[in-house]
């Protein structure tokens, strides 16, 4: 009786570690996609900043907002700097069930950065227009 315990006990184990390490590829997946939708866009930032900039120095009246622009694509460059590292992180995680809630909530997180770094670049793409 024990023996049958024992084996389903680690049957059991098994299937969830199995469904664990599952659940956090198909995280890692979609959270590096996130990413890879981001970088590039990330990349562009500072030169946005510097032409939204540049046009603010030619008409003083643009200053305030140049300036919350900047402020914007600085703080999503800078989030995404600080996100990647914590995403590579979780993705060498080796418990699998860690892992699931490291990616889940960097995927969140993930998505944040993606809408806030859409959102400065638009911003700074109309006041250039």
């Known amino acids: 009786m024990k023996n049958l315990l ?6 059991f184990s098994l ?3 199995d469904k664990s390490a599952e659940e956090a590829a198909k995280l890692k997946e ?6 890879d939708e981001v970088m590039p866009i990330s990349m562009n ?3 946005l900043k510097a032409n939204v900039m540049k046009k603010a120095e030619a008409d003083t009246t643009l200053k305030k907002t140049a300036l919350d622009i ?3 694509l600085d703080k999503a460059y800078n989030d995404m700097e600080t996100w990647m590292p914590k995403l590579g992180e979780a993705a060498d995680m ?3 069930e860690e892992k699931v809630k490291a990616l ?4 969140a ?6 809408q806030s770094t859409l959102d400065a670049k638009k911003k700074a793409e109309e006041f250039l227009k």
Not at 6 to 11: E, F, G, K, T
Not at 30 to 35: A, D, G, R, S
Request: charged share 30%; aromatic share 2%; proline share 0%.
């Open 6 to 11: 024992a084996a389903l006990l680690v049957v």
């Open 15 to 17: 299937a969830c570690t």
């Open 30 to 35: 979609e959270t590096f996609k996130i990413h």
């Open 45 to 47: 930032l500072e030169d």
């Open 70 to 72: 900047s402020l914007a």
């Open 94 to 96: 080796k418990d699998s």
């Open 104 to 107: 889940t909530a960097l995927k």
């Open 109 to 114: 997180e993930g998505e944040q950065l993606k």
